[in-house]
């Protein structure tokens, strides 16, 4: 009986003294946290420490808890790299058949009918765009040394469509064209002789403005040899594109579905004005 009354005494006399500890005891802090990290391997999400921390004041009746939620985060976008993608007026133009800066085309030209040329020479053009074009934005030139002799071009070519300028004359001698631009060149187109090269360009801008150093959008250069330099539309002494055709016949351009990628003249004996592409 005293041992048991002993043993009670000594649990309240402890009990008294953990009270009072209690009551004077600092600001007790218990905080659990629990790390995990992945993702070492780029491209992997990866995670933040998660901690949830519970503070006790003096005052018992105040408790703060404070909670940290996990966050995630895809590595890559924190390399600062993207994919972007972009194309060119080369790539478009693949994708649409049309070239980056479209233009006509010198397509077929008959400078040499039988007999006088006066009144019966023509030159065809052609419209490879996906759009009309306005030809009154061009101009031709054509000679021997230079392409000193000029028109202005009035008028629309269509989609696709032919334009022939020249004439007046219709007959059967200079293959029945119908002339879009009705006018007789007031110095004939050059017939080749002894060999020296003579051309015929297309260029962009007025007849006025043609010289020596102009560079055309397209040159059709015929003869044996380039011997005074007419530049081609690549703005250099251009390379003979045809040799030069007989009295009654013509030059004409070689369909591209015949000969895909390059640019080639031909000499036809049967010309055909008002026909695009011209036959094979």
């Known amino acids: 009986m005293v041992v048991a009354v002993r043993r009670c005494a ?3 006399a402890c009990l008294a003294a953990l009270a009072v500890a209690c009551a004077g005891a600092p600001t007790e802090a218990t905080t659990l946290a629990h790390e995990t990290s992945t993702g ?10 998660t901690s949830v921390e519970t503070s006790t004041t003096d005052d018992p009746s105040t408790t703060t808890t404070t909670t940290s939620m996990p966050t995630s985060s895809d590595a890559s976008s924190t390399t600062g790299t993207s994919d972007t993608s972009s194309s060119s007026d080369a790539d478009e133009s693949s994708s649409t058949g049309e070239p980056a800066e479209c233009h006509p085309q010198l397509h077929e030209v008959f400078n040499d009918p039988q007999g006088s040329d006066d009144r019966l020479e023509w030159i065809e053009l052609f419209n490879p765009c996906h ?7 061009y101009s031709l030139g054509w000679g021997g040394g230079t392409y000193g002799q000029s ?27 119908t002339f879009d631009q009705s006018i007789d060149f007031a110095t004939d187109l050059e017939n080749t002789t002894n060999g020296a090269a003579d051309g015929i360009a297309l260029f962009l801008g007025p007849a006025a403005d043609i010289d020596k150093g102009s560079v055309p ?18 703005g250099a002494v251009g ?8 009295q009654g016949e013509g030059y004409a351009r070689v369909d591209p579905a015949v000969s895909p990628g390059t640019v080639m ?14 036959p094979s």
């Open 10 to 12: 000594q649990q309240l």
């Open 40 to 49: 070492a391997t780029s491209g992997e999400p990866t995670t933040s420490t």
């Open 131 to 137: 759009e009309p074009v306005d030809l009154a934005q």
């Open 151 to 177: 028109l202005d071009l009035v008028g629309e070519i269509g989609v696709g469509e032919c334009f022939v300028v020249g004439g007046p004359m219709t007959t059967a001698t200079n293959f029945d064209p």
């Open 217 to 234: 959008v397209d040159a059709l250069i015929y003869g044996d040899e380039n011997v005074s330099g007419l530049v081609d539309e690549t």
């Open 239 to 246: 390379e003979v594109d045809v040799p030069a055709g007989g």
């Open 265 to 278: 003249w031909t000499i036809t004996a049967a010309p055909s004005p008002g026909v695009c592409p011209n």
